[in-house]
C-alpha cells in the first residue's frame, strides 16, 4: 500500500515504510498505518539472518550519543621495546601483539620473549607499536593502565611494576613502585640483565579518539 506519499509492505502490525524523500525505513503497523516504535523484532532465535554490514555505527540500549557504537576492530600489532633517550637494537624470539577495539575503548596484549639486545638503548624503558594513539577525554587527567610480567631484567626485587599509557602517545612507559611509599619509579631500559632469556608478557587498557 501506500503511505505520506510512499510506500509500505506488511502484514496486521508488523510492516516497512520506505521513505524515498529521507533515504530511510521505518516499522509501521499496516492496520492502522501509524509507525511504531521498539515493537518489532528481526529474526528469531532459530529465524537468524547472517552478516549485517554497516558504513555507519548501531545504537544499542538508547538512542543517546553514549549508545552509538561506531567501531568494532580484532587485529594484531608489533610490539618493540627501545629506551626513552636512544633506543638500542633489540631482538625477540617471539614479538607477538594482539589487540581488540570497540569503540574508543582498546585492550591490548603483548608478548615479546628471549629479548636480546645488540646495542643497548638509554634512559626509561618504553614498548612501542601500540596500535592506536591514546587520546583522553577533555579534562580526565588518567592513563592506561595494565599487567605486565616482566623477567630477565634488574632492580625490581619484587616490586609491583606499572605500565602506563600516557594522553597522545603510543607507546607504553614502564614504571615499578618501590618503597614505603610506594614510590612510582621508571624502570631504565638498561637493566636488561640477561640478554637472550628476558621476557615481557601483558596485557594493557586504554582509550583512544573515535
Given at each position: ?14 510492516g ?36 549485517l ?17 561506531d ?21 625477540y624470539?617471539?614479538q ?26 638509554t ?19 588518567g ?28 607507546h ?8 614505603t ?7 631504565p ?22
Amino acid at each position: 500500500g501506500t503511505v505520506g506519499g510512499g510506500m509500505f509492505i506488511g502484514d496486521g502490525d508488523v510492516g516497512l515504510e520506505m521513505d524515498g524523500a529521507n533515504n530511510a525505513i521505518y516499522p509501521i503497523a499496516p492496520s492502522s498505518l501509524a509507525n511504531t516504535d521498539n515493537h518489532t523484532d528481526l529474526g528469531d532465535s532459530d529465524k537468524r539472518f547472517k552478516d549485517l554490514y554497516l558504513g555507519g555505527g548501531i545504537y544499542l540500549g538508547g538512542t543517546a550519543a553514549v549508545n552509538h557504537l561506531d567501531d568494532y576492530e580484532e587485529g594484531t600489532w608489533t610490539p618493540s621495546i627501545q629506551g626513552a633517550g636512544s633506543a638500542g637494537t633489540y631482538t625477540y624470539a617471539e614479538q607477538q601483539g594482539h589487540y581488540l577495539k570497540i569503540g574508543n575503548y582498546v585492550t591490548v596484549w603483548i608478548n615479546l620473549t628471549n629479548i636480546t639486545s645488540s646495542s643497548v638503548g638509554t634512559s626509561t624503558l618504553f614498548i612501542t607499536g601500540l596500535p592506536f594513539n591514546a587520546n583522553y577525554q577533555a579534562g580526565f587527567n588518567g592513563d592506561g593502565v595494565g599487567t605486565l610480567s616482566i623477567n630477565g631484567y634488574s632492580g625490581l626485587d619484587g616490586d609491583y611494576i606499572a605500565p602506563v599509557i600516557g594522553d597522545n602517545n603510543a607507546h607504553v612507559t614502564v614504571y615499578f613502585h618501590t618503597g614505603t611509599n610506594n614510590t612510582l619509579t621508571s624502570l631504565p631500559v638498561t637493566n636488561l640483565a640477561q640478554s637472550g632469556a628476558a621476557d615481557i608478557r601483558g596485557v594493557l587498557h586504554y582509550y583512544t579518539a573515535g
